[in-house]
């Protein structure tokens, strides 16, 4: 259950500290007071998308964090490399004037969106517009596949539908006219033809530009290799340095006995002479290597120019070129064989169809299923709200297979005797839509782990009797589960364990809302103000008195 929710310079709240109990918590204030601030804080904390509007004017950065007690092991906490120290989490957000967010859970940073995952699993919030979405059919079959919990059935039919699609991608890129086929096949036969008599070799293009610099430097190639060459031979007449090195090591080599110095000095001269007599044979190789024609150096020019032009038109590299070229050759051949690769195809989409929809059965089956379950429990429900000759009912239509199967799923209700089945949009007012959801919200809780449920002023519409009936359904849900009501109904506020109020004032030319707690004499004059108005009289504090009441003595019978 969420335990302590802190907030800090969020609109007009500067700082709150919100102690919500186990069972029903209800949150009552005048109409501007803050009440859906204390929710949109809530959604923050919780990863929701949230705007640093929501920052209180003057500060650099709104905070909010909640405390959860009692969270079981959840595959996400697991999933975002977090654990529930004693069942506890402390989640907190901070959103910065600039955009940035800063995500913690027990202190370990996350992503906005992890938070999101993990407030998702802790509690569910039910805002006074999502009544809205009964109006959208195309909601409806998400709500019965939640209820349903046929995960694994759709699952099977989305790979099946996925396998399918990809084969009649493949068949279509297939299909063209025999003009278009022709004059592709003629593009791409030109474009082989033209880079397989290009012979091209990978690498060729640093092997031609170090050749081409040689050619186009050979003069001083060669100067430099002959330069070396006489400095160290002296020519045909010797005396270069090769000879001298030799001379050097002889002259030493008759006192090298005599002293380790002149070992050592014979020695390095001996190396030195070796080393200058490789240096000039490798010289004399490349010399003797140099020899090109004199129409060598215009080859290579002509080669880099005709590498220039196809680079332009097939990729930037020779190798990048060579691909190309196998892609088209690739593409010819399919195209060439397209009649036998599209009969190939149209049997294996035949063949994908036949699993798609036998798996799009299956599913449909499971959906019917649990379609029948949550028309019992919805009308079950619906005669808990003060609806007990309303008719709710879920209608199938088979629709092509899509992303979602191959059903069209749709609610309807009768909201009077001896009236038909009609799509829920046409005829439910307000507060028959928000008791609807209401409804169904609380089936569908059942099935999930969330421990905490939040209702925005769920009771828009609703009045009198069918108040009371709401009131005593959430204490109903309270008893298995952490519910907070912002509401406007005394008969809501009456029902709750535990009343909050949320007060607005001013100080210093600034607005501020504060969260007290009431004892039952302030929840007697709040529920006095919920029902009367600011002007109190003592029939009306009596009457909240028996509001109250009436609420302990059913809150105990159940």
Known sequence: MLQLLHIENIAVIEEADITF??????????????????????????????????????????????????VPALPVLEDCGVAAENGELLLQREIYADGKNVCRVSGRPLTVAQLRKIGGALLNIHGQHDGQQLLDEEQHGAYLDSFGK???????????????????????????DEAEKERRMDSLKFQIGELERAQLKPGEEEELDRRRNLLKNGEKFMTAIQGAVWNLTGGDEGGGAVSALREAAGAVSGAKNLDDRFSQLHERLENLYSEAYDVAETLRDMEDAFDFSPHELDELEGRADQLYRLKKKYGPTVEEMLEYLEQRKEELDQIAFASDTAARLEKQLEKDRKQTMKSAGVLSQARKAAAKQLEERIQDELRQLDMPKVRFAICFAEKEPDATGIDTVRFLMSANVGEELRPINKVASGGELARIMLALKNVLAENELIGTLVFD????????????????????????????????????????????????????GRTYTKVLRLDREQRKQELARLTGGEHLTKAMLDGAGELLDGAEEYKKSI
């Open 21 to 70: 109990d186990q069972g029903f918590n209800a949150l009552t204030g005048e109409t501007g007071a803050g009440k859906s601030i204390v929710i949109d804080a809530m959604g923050a904390v919780l990863g929701q998308r949230t705007s640093r509007d929501l920052i209180r004017t003057g500060a650099n950065k709104a905070f909010v964090s909640a405390l959860f007690t009692g």
């Open 150 to 176: 046929v995960e694994k059935e759709l699952a099977d039919y989305t790979a099946c539908f996925e396998a399918m699609e990809a084969t009649r991608k493949k068949l279509k890129s297939l299909q063209m």
């Open 457 to 508: 002023e769920v009771d828009t519409g609703v009045s009198g009797r069918a108040a009371q009936k709401v009131a005593a359904k959430l204490a109903q849900v309270s008893r298995g589960k952490q519910v907070l009501c912002v509401t406007h109904l005394p008969q809501l506020a009456a029902m709750a364990d535990t009343h909050f109020s949320v007060e607005k004032g001013e100080s210093g």
